[in-house]
């Protein structure tokens, strides 16, 4: 049955459909632009309206009838064998499974989306948009509880949940994502504009997203100042009370323990080598020559998502300031081609 439904809707009217659902997006009335955000926000106290109204921006971004475009040309689409994708969602942002609902659906594959309990409102209402444009898409898409009758698996976790999830899915086709960060390589020649985009990738989503900027490396000597009075634009984060528990508790144990750090009021820094900071914080790390970067860089792969710095050769993902929360259509989480692996599965 699945086969007969999935011939009567071409890859030309899917992609045409997300098009328009691109175009719809950015056209919103404020009245349904309020009501979308007020719907997130209410269920997950970390979502907040600017942060949502953010992600929806970036998928209208996403979805230019010129890069999807440019995207598809590289596929042989759509797959010769349908099959049904699980895909396990993350909630850490507002719509963080966002690009592999696409993926799956531009495949030619049906969706089971087990969406998290933190963000299990938006990516319906997404999806709404999309059926009344190619009504038979409904019979693609299954939002599940459990997983079951799935021939692959896209699944994304933290650290703990991802050894499970590999484990438990060993038999399949599949994708597993960990927890990943971005950092910043600065050289001391940024404007002021490049700052404020750095603060921006820094403090959007609280931090709690894989392309939030949680290190930066700095030349020996840098002065921080200006960074952080371009962080001082983004100070109204400290009204979510969430985030001001963990910026005042990050704070305490700097002061009890007598850390050297700075601090903006609302945005902690402080010398460290590792990578993955706590949420209000943000490492940074001295370093003298091109080649310590590199090979910095180099150590930490695995756990990173993007680096933002004016050097595009110093990482393979590689972004300019202020960009690092906006990936494009191409930017594959973990760096894993999912377009790729659907046409496989």
């Given at each position: 049955m699945s086969l007969m439904i999935l011939s009567m809707v071409s890859h030309q009217q899917v992609a045409a459909a997300f098009v328009a659902m691109g175009?719809?997006?950015?056209?919103?009335?404020?009245?349904?632009?309020?009501?979308?955000?007020?719907?997130?926000c209410t269920r997950n106290s970390w979502f907040i309206a600017a942060h949502v109204r953010k992600a929806l921006e970036g998928i209208a971004h996403m979805l230019r009838p010129e890069a999807l475009q440019q995207w598809l040309v590289a596929y042989d689409l759509p797959v010769k064998q349908p099959k049904t994708i699980g895909v396990i969602m993350a909630g850490n942002i507002p719509l963080a499974g966002f690009h592999d609902f696409l993926c799956v659906l531009l495949s030619g594959h049906k969706l089971a989306a087990k969406m998290s309990s933190q963000d299990n409102?938006?990516?319906?209402?997404?999806?709404?948009?999309?059926?009344?444009i190619v009504p038979e898409l409904q019979e693609h898409v299954q939002w599940v509880e459990q997983l079951k009758a799935v021939d692959a698996i896209i699944a994304t976790g933290s650290d703990n949940t991802s050894r499970y999830f590999k484990y438990y899915f060993s038999k399949y086709p599949h994708i597993i994502?960990?927890?990943r960060v971005s950092v910043a390589v600065l050289d001391g020649s940024e404007t002021l504009e490049e700052l404020a985009g750095l603060a921006h990738d820094t403090m959007l989503y609280f931090g709690l997203g894989c392309r939030s900027i949680a290190k930066i490396f700095v030349p020996e000597g840098y002065d921080f100042v200006p960074f952080l009075q371009q962080t001082e634009k983004l100070s109204a984060l400290v009204d979510n009370h969430k985030y001001r528990n963990n910026y005042d508790y990050?704070?305490?144990?700097?002061?009890?323990?007598?850390?050297p750090h700075l601090d903006s009021g609302f945005l902690l820094l402080t010398e460290n080598e590792g990578v993955v900071s706590p949420m209000s914080v943000v490492y940074y790390q001295y370093y003298r020559k091109r080649e310590e970067i590199i090979q910095l860089l180099e150590a930490h792969a695995d756990k990173l998502q993007c680096v933002a710095s004016h050097d595009k050769c110093l990482f393979s993902r590689t972004v300019n300031f202020g960009q690092a929360q906006m990936p494009g259509i191409a930017d594959y989480a973990d760096g894993i081609d999912t377009m790729s692996f659907l046409l496989r599965v």
């Open positions: 175009q719809h997006l950015q056209q919103l009335p404020e009245h349904e632009l309020e009501r979308l955000c007020e719907g997130a409102f938006l990516l319906p209402q997404l999806a709404d948009m999309l059926f009344e994502r960990s927890n990050q704070k305490s144990i700097f002061l009890v323990n007598r850390v």
